[in-house]
């Protein structure tokens, strides 16, 4: 299946958490990895798995289950069987030979909160990892951006760090920051030049506080060594693709679905 084909039909799911091995941005790029990546998506508020691949249709005498059933019958791709509801036969025809479908697993409770909890680390208790914090310190511990989040369960166990971006929106701009600063290139250079040549200088200042804490030494240390690759991080940007490269270019006006359809561009790149 390819990348930015999975990308487009997932990116109304929703991700909650990406485990992205990729190079290295923030310092001298490393060699990458080629192994292999994980999504996972968390999909809060009633999900109706009765129109997605859990498919019931109306019983006659019975109270009515689903509107989808009062005219059509349950569908099957393969022996996967699904609801013919959606965009669901497109999505099944193309994908069910690379799918597992697991319906009904217990979660132990009747709490919204603790299925939660249950589903991503396998536990009803806290202090247990996601899969994707331990498939991304398994494969590439070392990476910037290893455990790429949107937000949901993200618990790690101290096995590795996560990257949270909600949402996404303005990002670009972090990425390069010459896009907030006027409109001809010489306004841009010369803000960009001054704005780093104080920051610098402030680190410096704040780096020769004979007061500082360790903790706080340390901090200011990383603080400098993300400030001397920010150009490297730039590079980013040329991985992440148009917004008319998802769902054929329609354009999503729903916040929400701005949001996410922010988080599948910047997740492509990452993959990338």
């Known amino acids: 299946m390819r990348r930015r084909d999975l990308l487009k039909r997932t990116m109304l799911l929703g991700a909650a958490g990406l485990s992205l091995p990729v190079p290295r941005l923030y310092a001298a ?8 990546l ?24 019975e109270k009515e289950i689903t509107q989808w059933s009062r005219s059509d019958d349950i569908q099957t791709a393969g022996n996967i069987q699904y609801a013919p509801f959606a965009n669901n036969q497109s999505f099944f025809d193309n994908y069910y030979q690379d799918m597992l479908v697991i319906n009904g697993v217990d ?3 009747n709490s919204h909160t603790t299925g939660v909890l249950h589903n991503w680390s396998g536990r009803n208790t806290e202090g247990y990892p996601t899969i994707t914090a331990m498939f991304a310190a398994n494969n590439a511990p070392e990476q910037p951006l290893s455990y790429l ?48 040549e104080f920051r610098k200088n402030k680190t410096q200042e704040m780096m020769s506080d004979a007061t500082l ?21 730039k590079k980013f940007l040329d991985y992440v693709p148009d917004d008319n490269e998802l769902e054929g270019g329609i354009t999503l006006a729903n916040k ?17």
């Open 149 to 196: 989040n949107f937000g949901g369960y993200s618990q790690t166990a101290n096995l590795i760090r996560y990257s949270r971006l909600n949402g996404g929106a303005g990002l670009d701009f972090l990425l390069d920051p010459a896009y907030l600063f006027g409109r001809t290139p010489l306004s841009t250079e010369v803000n960009l030049t001054n704005i780093r």
């Open 256 to 272: 929400r679905f701005s949001d996410l359809r922010d988080q599948v561009r910047f997740a492509a790149a990452a993959f990338q």
């Open 38 to 61: 994980l999504v996972t998506l968390q999909c809060d508020g009633a999900w109706d798995v009765t129109s997605f691949c859990d498919p019931k249709s109306n019983q006659p005498g």
């Open 107 to 109: 979660m132990q409770t």
């Open 213 to 233: 804490m360790n903790r706080q030494k340390g901090n200011l240390q990383a603080y400098n060594l993300a400030l001397s690759g920010q150009d490297n991080l």
């Open 29 to 36: 790029p490393s060699e990458g990895y080629s192994g292999r």
